[in-house]
């Protein structure tokens, strides 16, 4: 399933919330039960893998990953009120795991996804319009591989986008390779984090499940799943520059700013929660690190996955592969 959860920014209900908390100006959530108005269009033999969120058209995108979508598709499109609009995707997509949705300089809205199934068009990175129209695909379709020139992807995971269009792509999520690549505009690579061999020590990973990037540190923060950390690396350079653990005993599964910039928050699956973890105001505090707030999200068996913001109201929107069905999750 998906859920929503919603963050809101006026300061009594912050000050409501904080004195509930203990931690000033830290959001919380709690569950929309009205979102989706109507579950039937949830496949119930597949999962709900990922999110996505489009503030200008209202419009939610929702990853879904299993067998019954040969006649529908793997992405449904929802209104952010939670009615049911179109499926798409049965052609183009053969396993999702991780959307990212961008907006160009025109205001057009694209949608980034990490295909990382055995099948013909798994272990590539796709660009769709946002009616499903495939516009670029990076990787080798059906084909895994460690390759840099061209690149070839295995079990490929998440992605992110920097104002420039380059691209930050955790590659993988438990196959052959362990690493984060940046790539420019004509897809070729600029650095590469990791390597194909499963790592516990300063830039190695073991299953990088997530990215996340923070422009006012000019850093890319990785989800490093299997060693239960998180790691930030330079955007220009891909320097190491700092490791966080704070976040222990939960696993870090997916990560993203909220709308304000200044908390992070990451999602644990195997905890079925939300973290809430300041942001740092500049690079010279970017050591500190601490968790100001955990949510959970209900049973630990609805297994949520990744998740996506609304930079506008501040909703967030988990996909739960236990649960088979997309879920909305407000503030307060």
Known sequence: RVCTM??????????VVSTVLGVPGTPAYFLDPSWPQNKSHFVQTAQDFCTAVDDTTHQVFVGLRGPGLASTGPVLVFDDRGHFQRYWGSQSIGMIHGMRLIRLKNGTTRLWIADLGNTNNG?????????????????????AGTGTNPIQFDQVAD????????????????????RLVKLNTARSLVWMTGSSKAGNGTSQFYIPHSVEIDFQLNVVWVADRGNNRTQAFDLDTGAHVVTWTCMRPYVPYHIRLDPTGKHYLILDLLHAAILTLPAPASRETISHCSVSNATPLGRNDSKPHAFSVDPTSGSIYVGEVGANVTRDRKSG
């Open 123 to 143: 272990h590539t990175v796709k660009l769709f319009s946002t009616d499903g129209e495939v516009l670029e695909t990076i990787g080798t379709p059906g084909t």
């Open 6 to 15: 919603t963050f809101l920014f006026l300061s009594a209900v912050f000050s």
């Open 159 to 178: 992605i992110a986008v920097d104002s420039f269009g380059n691209l930050y792509i955790a590659d993988g999520d438990g196959g052959m390779n362990n």
